[in-house]
């Protein structure tokens, strides 16, 4: 009788233990979630997270709180979720710059893959490359003309060094013996600013950033880096199409928790963002810039970003860029 009896006492040991996190899950949220932008208001960061909060904050009946922690390509964001308490009442959404820190920014205060828990792989996007409306390119062919014509003479900007554009666009120059000059900006809303204003002759940011500027005039659109045409922007071709043959680089966007949070707050917090997706209205918000929505879950986000590392990496240190160039 005595086994029966501690059988069953382990037995409901063994329960609570596990229908605890479900039930923690089933509680969350219980309370007002942050969700840190880890780049300034104005850029596509910003805006995909302030689209996911508002939407969040309808399903689930609590408010989800955008605060924008700019800097250092992101890193200054990405260590602030990183540190955060992992109760399920931080997240980040992170950009293509994510998978290109650990390589670029020596001593960073956190590990990207040991101390951030993947949520969710949201989407990729072309990248454009733009000109003021004022600019002589018609298009990119223009553009590798021009740099050939007086090497270093060509500018552009990118949402900061180390960027995904700044990448590509190094990355391009280097297959074809060219040489740019980057302007680094503190993210897409500044980039746009100048970029609108004729303070940068050339912009690269994503489909997303540039296409409603595109629209309205102020710039315009030379040239894509997926590897065919954006539906976004028809009529603009490839840049692989226009000299930089076999060319493709894709812009990101990812939801992260610190790491420690709970396993069922983070599917359950993938779960919503998924249900977020297949709302028209936002699903529309994000397609129409370009974004082609994935909607991965954490492990595919994982596999993904630790793809992008390796990539990145080594464009990195082939190019010798460092935070601040």
């Given at each position: 009788m005595r086994n029966a009896a501690r059988l069953a006492a382990s037995f409901a040991v063994a329960?609570?233990?596990?229908?605890?996190?479900?039930?923690?899950?089933?509680?969350?949220?219980?309370?007002?979630?942050?969700?840190?932008?880890?780049?300034?208001?104005g850029g596509s960061v910003d805006q995909v997270s302030r689209i996911f909060a508002a939407q969040l904050t309808?399903?689930?009946?609590?408010?989800?709180?955008?605060?924008?922690?700019?800097?250092?390509?992101?890193?200054i964001g990405a260590a602030a979720v990183a540190q955060a308490a992992p109760d399920g009442y931080t997240f980040?959404?992170?950009?293509?710059?994510?998978?290109?820190?650990?390589?670029?920014?020596?001593?960073?205060?956190?590990?990207?893959?040991?101390?951030?828990?993947?949520v969710m792989l949201v989407g990729t996007s072309p990248?454009?490359?733009?000109?003021?409306?004022?600019?002589?390119?018609k298009d990119f062919r223009d553009v590798l003309a021009a740099a050939k014509a007086k090497p270093g003479a060509v500018s552009f900007g990118s949402i900061g060094t180390g960027s995904l554009g700044h990448?590509?666009?190094?990355?391009?120059?280097?297959?074809?013996?060219?040489?740019?000059?980057?302007i680094p900006y503190k993210g897409?809303?500044?980039?746009?600013?100048?970029?609108?204003?004729?303070?940068?002759?050339l912009a690269i940011g994503t489909v997303f950033l540039?296409?409603?500027?595109?629209?309205?005039?102020?710039?315009?659109?030379?040239?894509?880096?997926?590897?065919?045409?954006?539906?976004?922007?028809?009529?603009?071709?490839p840049i692989a199409d226009q000299g930089v043959p076999g060319f493709s680089a894709l812009a990101w966007w990812g939801v992260i928790a610190p790491a420690g949070t709970p396993a069922p707050i983070v599917k359950r917090m993938h779960e919503e963002l998924a249900k977020a997706l297949k709302v028209p209205a936002v699903a529309e918000k994000l397609t129409a810039q370009g974004m082609e929505i994935v909607g991965g879950g954490p492990e595919e986000m994982d596999r993904f970003l630790k793809s992008e590392i390796a990539r990145w990496a080594k464009v990195v240190k082939d190019n010798k860029i460092k935070a601040g160039d």
């Open positions: 329960l609570a233990a596990l229908s605890a996190p479900l039930a923690q899950a089933q509680a969350w949220p219980a309370k007002s979630v942050r969700i840190i932008a880890v780049f300034p208001p309808t399903q689930l009946g609590q408010q989800f709180v955008v605060e924008n922690k700019g800097g250092a390509s992101g890193s980040g959404l992170v950009f293509d710059t994510h998978g290109v820190n650990p390589s670029l920014i020596p001593n960073m205060s956190f590990d990207t893959t040991k101390d951030l828990a993947p990248m454009a490359i733009v000109a003021h409306a004022g600019q002589p390119y990448l590509a666009m190094a990355q391009a120059g280097n297959q074809l013996g060219l040489e740019f000059n980057h897409g809303g500044p980039l746009m600013i100048d970029a609108v204003g004729g303070q940068v002759p540039v296409n409603p500027h595109v629209k309205g005039g102020k710039v315009k659109a030379l040239g894509v880096t997926s590897a065919k045409a954006s539906p976004q922007m028809p009529g603009v071709a």
